[in-house]
């Protein structure tokens, strides 16, 4: 092996984790057995582990030791809808039901209800007054009891006012919010329109998807806004998805059924991609 020994170190251990030697959540050899092990100073152990930590492959655990991350399982949202069931944009009912049809476990917080004053693209997408009432109702979202998103949802105050009331309500509202305005209002989506971002985490959300503090790991920002028949805009939705673990689809007109069964690119993709 070439280059400095700390590198020479972290190869190694990247090595026997892409291996299987080191296994998922299995904890690293302590500092004095990492030093024994290469012969090498306490500074040039830790710079190996800052290494593997830096780029995702490892986590400290304070008073318990350094960890092999556990990756989670890629997970496929398809934002365009179903031509005949509708499902598809990972919202409420259409995520619950996506990630069943994949055999996988959804679960969703409470929602946290607040009422805010509408500006920036709050405003701006829903065509209401900077300034002026929305409802914001926020869930964290799971996939086989793995942090999977963050979803806040934003309704004008004036959907409130004409009877929808459960709005403000801090629980589910089943089968949906969708389904409880096309009841209650009369109100149903006809098209919706998205814009996908990239950024780096915020400090919150490194917390909640367990993301390396170096802000490696990206996150997905998704703006979905909703439009009635009249194209008036009624429900903006905000979600924030972990990089390391989303992969999205897109299906235009009527794609057959067997390729509409999509798979992770990234499923095929072990033991690939070492630094050189």
Known sequence: MFGPLYRQIADDLQRQIEEGILAPGQRLPTE????????????TVRDAVRWLTTRGLVRTKPGQG???????????????SHPETGLGGGEGQAFQAEVVAQGRSPRASQPRVSVLQAAGVVADELRVAAGSSVVSRHQERFIDGSPFSLQTS???????????????????????TGAYLGEILGLRQARYSDLITVRTPTVSETTFFELPDSGRVSVFETFRTAFDAEDRPF????????????????????????????????????????DA
Do not use: C, K, W
């Open 154 to 176: 934003y309704y004008p105050m004036g959907l409130v006012q004409a009877g929808a009331v459960r709005l403000l309500e801090a629980s589910s509202i089943h089968p949906g």
């Open 66 to 80: 350094t960890f092999v991350v556990e990756r989670a399982e890629p997970f496929i949202t398809t934002l365009s």
């Open 32 to 43: 004095p057995e990492l030093r024994a092990h290469y012969g090498a100073s306490r500074n």
């Open 235 to 274: 429900r903006l939705t905000v979600s924030v998805f972990a990089a390391d673990r989303n992969e999205f689809a897109v299906f235009s007109g009527v794609v057959p059924t067997e390729a509409r069964t999509v798979r992770s690119p990234r499923s095929a993709e072990a033991g690939t991609g070492r």
